[in-house]
């Protein structure tokens, strides 16, 4: 079974500083796949950024990277420059990769809200 | 192009009560996928369709939920004789093979 670990409380950080939201993960499955998804106060879940369990580099999309450690099975999203609109709550999720271009469902962590202060 | 829709957007109704929520996926999207989201929760998968294959029914916490999907169009999720922990935000992914999963609004479901 899959399991997504996000303990952080509500999270603050101050406009245009950077912040690194928490995730653990605890997996048997050989291949996966770890997402982080933003869900603002109108409840759509965006998502942000993937990282494959085989990627040699960690995964960076515009603000957002990954920082994945593999052994230690942790997958910590890092915004830079936050914005005010970055105040949202943050998901971690992942799922087993059975075969190339496969699909599977989504194991989602509880949840950290971050506040981004003007 | 249109994203994944769902309606209605909200649904009261009484305890006991069936009820029937609908999911347009993206089109050409083979995937699709039933989540609850209880208030101040993480997503809990329930149902997912993968084109024709028999779906996975894994997460359905009750037999009084069942869902249908024709093809690669339309899924309807049915929750009979509903119950106060029925109440939750449904909502309903999309995806093509291997690829991140893009989600609906949402259907709020209250049951009294």
């Known amino acids: 079974a899959q399991k997504i670990t996000q303990t952080q409380p509500g999270m603050f950080v101050q406009e245009k500083e950077a912040v690194t939201l928490d995730c653990t993960y605890d997996?048997?499955?050989?291949?996966?796949?770890l997402f982080w998804y933003k869900q603002p106060s109108s409840g759509e879940m965006i998502f942000l950024i993937y990282?494959?369990?085989?990627?040699?580099q960690n995964a960076t999309e515009g603000r957002y990277s990954l920082n994945f450690q593999k052994a230690r099975k942790s997958a910590n999203l890092v915004i830079s420059a936050s914005q005010l609109g970055d105040s949202a709550m943050y998901f971690c999720?992942?799922?087993?990769?059975?075969?190339?271009?496969?699909?599977?469902?989504?194991?989602f962590g509880k949840g950290i809200t971050l506040s981004v202060r003007p | 192009g249109a994203g994944v829709s769902q309606s209605p957007s909200n649904k009261v109704t009484e305890k006991g009560k069936d009820v029937e929520l609908r999911c347009d996926p993206i089109?050409?999207?083979?995937?699709l996928y039933w989540y609850r989201q209880r208030l101040g929760q993480g997503l809990e998968f329930l149902i997912y369709?993968?084109?024709?294959?028999?779906?996975?029914k894994s997460g359905l916490p009750s037999d009084r939920f069942s869902a249908e999907r024709t093809g690669e169009s339309v899924s309807t999720l049915t929750i009979q004789r509903t119950q106060q922990e029925d109440s939750a935000v449904y909502l309903c992914?999309?995806?093509?093979?291997?690829?991140?999963?893009?989600f609906g609004p949402g259907t709020r479901l209250t049951v009294l």
């Open positions: 992914a999309s995806s093509p093979p291997a690829n991140e999963q893009f």
């Open positions: 997996t048997s499955d050989p291949s996966y796949g």
């Open positions: 990282q494959g369990s085989y990627d040699q």
């Open positions: 999720a992942m799922r087993e990769i059975i075969r190339t271009g496969a699909n599977s469902k989504l194991t």
């Open positions: 089109s050409g999207h083979t995937a």
């Open positions: 369709f993968q084109g024709n294959s028999a779906p996975d």
